[in-house]
Structure formats: C-alpha cells, structure tokens
C-alpha cells in the first residue's frame, strides 16, 4: 500500500476534476485498501516460524515466498514485484515534479521561475521533470556513501508526504471563517457534524502516525539504528520558515491557478 494517493496529484489538468478526483481517490483508497488486507492475512499465514525470519535475503517478503513456492517460483513473482516498484517510482516522480512546477509557478521557489515553465513542444514541465530525477538519484548514491544518511531520507517521505494532507484540512476548519476564504462546497462536500468527525479523525490519525513513524525500529538504540526522520524534517521545515518569514513572503502569494 503505497502511492496510492497519486490520484489526487493530477487534479488539475483531468477533466470534471470536481467527480473525477474524488473518485478516483476513493476507488484508490478503497481498492489498495482491501487488497493490502488480503495480502497481509495470506502472508501472515504463509510466514511459518517467525524466527526464521527475515531470512539470508534480509526481506520478510521474499523469504515467505522463497519458503513457499520455491527459488524459481519466487524469482518468477518477483518480476512482477519490481514492476510494480518501478511503476509506484513513476507515479512517485510525476506527482512530486507536478509540486515543483506549481511551486516554481506560483513564485514559491528562488528559482525565478525557471522550473514553472512548460515545454511548448512536449507540453510537459521538462525543467521540473529532470530536476526531480536529478534530486531522487541522489539519496540512491548516498546509501553508497551512508545507509544511514541514505535511510533517514527514506523514512521521512511518509511523514512528510502525510503531514502535507493535514495542512490543508486543519486550514480549513482554522481559517473557516476568514474574510479572504472563500470556500465552496464540491459534490462531494460532508456538512455539517459528519465533515468535522471525518477532518477531525483524520488530522488526529496521520499525527500519531507521524509521530510513530519517527521512533526507532531497532533496541537499543544507537547512532547506526537511530531514526533521523524527526530531525531531517524538523531543519527543513525551520529552514523553510526561515526563508519565508526573511524573503519569499514579498512575492509568495499562494497557489495560482494554470
């Protein structure tokens, strides 16, 4: 179960982005939901003794299928496994050069612009497109240098990528009735009680969610096993504070539209 929030980043350029974005969510939501489920029942079924876990290969996974259906069985699914990896990195690649563009183009970024632009033969952000791939192959290098530099990054995408939904949602109720909000329900708007136990449950959940995924995964802890997600996000987002309390306040005025 991953990305698949990847729905709700191309909201712009469908078309009835009103039905089509919601529903595409949800059908997401609900879909990976309930064949994650089933996929965890038969490997926890699957698993055998958990001491021989997670095997020579160091994956769980792998090592229930090796167990299973044998090397060449495992080899043979496997392919599939890194197709959908693959697949999931492109979704991944799309949705975050689709943020730096938007960025870039409502001003929010130093860069002048530069990687708000769209090709006009491609009709595609080819700056924001290379630049994106250019910053995802570095943490792949720097697992080279320190697995453990290389593993913060890793661990801090989910708290970060689920902390970006809260902002919106608790705005909304903060900022409800601000005198430059103009909200206007879409078709498929939650009034009244039932819309504020679903932001409510929402925001409460991804935040202790945030703050699991920060703790340690291994005891005792030590500097190799340490989780430095906290304290990656923790500097940029002081850093990214900072900036814009000093400088990007002056031009940066909120999101625009195409």
Known sequence: MTDYDATAHISEE?????????????????????????????????????????GPSGM???????????????????????FTAFAVVQTA???????????????????????GTVNTKTKTPLYAVWMITFICVLPGLLDLASPIAANAIFALTTVALDLSYV????????????????FQPGPFYMPGAL???ANII??????????????????????QTMNYASVIFGGVLTLALTWYILDAHKYYKGPQGN
């Open 14 to 54: 469908v078309q009835r982005a009103a039905y089509a974005a919601p529903s595409a969510i949800f059908v997401a939501v609900v879909g990976t939901g309930l064949i994650g489920w089933l996929l965890n029942i038969v490997m926890v079924l699957c698993s055998g003794p958990l001491a021989d876990l997670p």
């Open 93 to 115: 690649l799309q949705a975050t050069a689709r943020t730096l563009y938007a960025i870039s183009r409502d001003h929010g970024l130093p860069d002048r612009g530069v990687f």
């Open 167 to 182: 902002v919106p949602i608790a705005c909304r109720r903060i900022f409800r009735n601000h005198p430059d909000v103009h």
């Open 195 to 197: 819309g504020w136990a």
């Open 60 to 82: 769980s996974f792998f090592q229930i299928m090796f167990l299973r259906i044998g090397k060449t069985g495992t080899l043979i699914l496997w392919v599939f496994v890194c």
């Open 202 to 223: 929402c925001v409460t959940w991804t935040l202790f969610i945030a703050i699991i995924l920060c703790f340690p995964t291994y005891l005792p802890t030590t500097a």
